[in-house]
T-cell receptor
Framework: NAGVTQTPKFRILKIGQSMTLQCTQD?????MYWYRQDPGMGLKLIYY???????DKGEVPNGYNVSRSTTEDFPLRLELAAPSQTSVYFC??????????FGPGTRLTVL | GENVEQHPSTLSVQEGDSAVIKCTYS??????FPWYKQELGKRPQLIIDIRSNVGEKKDQRIAVTLNKTAKHFSLHITETQPEDSAVYFC????????????FGTGTRLTIIP
């Protein structure tokens, strides 16, 4: 099993550009999550999903959108990137809300 | 919603000594309390967890204790080693059908050789 994979690993965006962060898991987990981690800080929940077709907002959803068309994939969309979105983004998955398995992260810089 | 406070934010201990990190939570409905370790530049990984029907859990040099009445839980690392240096996050989950974790702000543990 590859576990949770994320692409890209690094990305630099200009203000106002858009992009999609990809997240895939092969563990057949029903729950998936997106977090952002600012330098030296903790993890803040952006969006989460309890199953295909179901998504909900977390603590910091503004400026982001998600979709969950399959069990495996949970992409995060950034529209109109802003410097405040410079962060490391982690995707995670879990079975029934138990141990969360994290992906390797995407380091995003918005200039 | 749930609020998790974690202390201290930084901790330095001599190799071989013990380290203790404490967290408090606000929602008495929380019933699952994991601890994650994040090494520099890496992803967070679960090291131990405890559920509200248990007061203590141990795994080799790592132990977690839970006091439901006081709404706090602690991570104990004994016989610390250089590879224990990392950032540690506590978290709490309220079983309300949404299965979200609320994380503490993290403790940077440094083991001094």
């Amino acid at each position: 099993n590859a576990g949770v994979t994320q692409t890209p690993k690094f990305r630099i965006l200009k203000i106002g550009q858009s992009m999609t962060l990809q997240c895939t898991q092969d563990m057949n987990h029903n729950y998936m999550y997106w977090y952002r981690q600012d330098p030296g800080m903790g993890l803040k929940l952006i969006y989460y999903s309890v199953g295909a077709g179901i998504t909900d907002k977390g603590e910091v959803p503004n400026g982001y959108n998600v979709s969950r068309s399959t069990t495996e994939d949970f992409p995060l969309r950034l529209e109109l990137a802003a410097p405040s979105q410079t962060s490391v983004y982690f995707c995670a998955s879990s079975y029934l809300g138990n141990e969360q398995f994290f992906g390797p992260g995407t380091r995003l810089t918005v200039l | 919603g749930e609020n998790v406070e974690q202390h201290p934010s930084t901790l330095s201990v001599q190799e071989g000594d013990s380290a203790v990190i404490k967290c408090t939570y606000s929602d008495s409905a929380s019933n699952y309390f994991p601890w994650y370790k994040q090494e520099l530049g890496k992803r967070p990984q679960l090291i131990i967890d405890i559920r509200s029907n248990v007061g203590e859990k141990k795994d080799q040099r790592i132990a977690v204790t839970l006091n439901k009445t006081a709404k706090h839980f602690s991570l104990h690392i004994t016989e610390t080693q250089p590879e224990d240096s990392a950032v540690y996050f506590c978290a709490a989950r309220v079983v309300d059908g949404n299965e979200k974790l609320t994380f503490g702000t993290g403790t940077r543990l440094t083991i001094i050789p």
